[in-house]
């Protein structure tokens, strides 16, 4: 895990200099900058549960696994957000990011909002989150701290089931923005 840290520390300055610049060409607010590199801890815990026992290399966990040790987020304006989402995702795939994955979660229950991954120039993964206002608010002030108790192995089924329910209400409050359900997955 550490080694994975000091890998993502190593990378930051580029890469955040990029997802800064591009927050400023689109009016973009950025949030959680102090959260870009995911801390020891939590890398170990995802290392942990996503690869025991399964024989994945160590450079293959950095790249392929391990898709948010870097991570940004995005508050993007309700009225403006499929044309800054798809601005943003040009303007780095213009630096040399490469885009691997869009996942859409404006329909979701447990969580609304749009993730993507890009590879950097050395392989590695990076995770973006688009989110609006209002989303973040609901993230921060309720959705997160329930989703992580939900997420936890040691977390008792009976409670799962009430932190899916607290979260589901919780969403429903949420709208996607004009036109931000039509984003298409990708791959």
Same mark, same amino acid.
């Given at each position: 895990?550490?080694?994975?840290?000091?890998?993502?520390? #190593?990378?930051?300055?580029?890469l955040?200099?990029?997802?800064?610049?591009?927050?400023?060409?689109?009016?973009? &607010?950025?949030?959680?900058?102090?959260?870009?590199?995911?801390?020891?801890?939590?890398?170990?815990? #995802?290392?942990?549960?996503?690869?025991?026992?399964?024989?994945v290399?160590?450079?293959?966990?950095?790249?392929?696994?391990l898709?948010?040790?870097? &991570?940004?987020?995005?508050?993007?304006?309700?009225?403006?957000?499929?044309?800054?989402?798809?601005?943003?995702?040009?303007?780095? *795939?213009? *630096?040399?990011?490469?885009?691997?994955?869009?996942?859409?979660?404006?329909?979701?229950?447990?969580?609304?909002?749009?993730?993507?991954?890009?590879?950097?120039l050395?392989? &590695? #993964?990076?995770?973006?989150?688009?989110?609006t206002?209002?989303?973040?608010?609901?993230?921060? #002030?309720?959705?997160?701290?329930?989703?992580?108790?939900f997420?936890?192995?040691?977390?008792?089924?009976?409670?799962?089931?009430?932190?899916?329910?607290?979260?589901?209400?919780?969403?429903?409050?949420?709208?996607?923005?004009p036109?931000?359900?039509?984003?298409?997955?990708?791959?």
């Amino acid at each position: 895990a550490r080694k994975f840290v000091d890998m993502a520390m #190593k990378a930051d300055l580029a890469l955040t200099g990029v997802i800064e610049g591009m927050a400023e060409q689109v009016g973009a &607010r950025m949030h959680g900058l102090k959260y870009r590199i995911k801390d020891f801890g939590s890398t170990t815990r #995802k290392i942990i549960a996503n690869n025991v026992d399964d024989g994945v290399s160590y450079a293959r966990m950095a790249k392929e696994d391990l898709s948010d040790i870097n &991570r940004y987020t995005y508050i993007l304006k309700n009225e403006s957000y499929v044309d800054d989402f798809y601005n943003i995702v040009r303007g780095i *795939e213009a *630096e040399g990011y490469e885009l691997v994955k869009v996942k859409n979660y404006w329909d979701g229950d447990l969580y609304k909002g749009m993730n993507c991954n890009f590879k950097t120039l050395d392989g &590695r #993964k990076f995770e973006i989150q688009f989110n609006t206002q209002t989303q973040q608010y609901v993230k921060d #002030k309720f959705s997160h701290k329930w989703y992580e108790e939900f997420r936890e192995i040691s977390t008792a089924p009976a409670r799962k089931d009430q932190l899916e329910m607290l979260l589901t209400e919780k969403w429903k409050s949420v709208s996607a923005p004009p036109g931000g359900i039509d984003i298409p997955n990708f791959p």
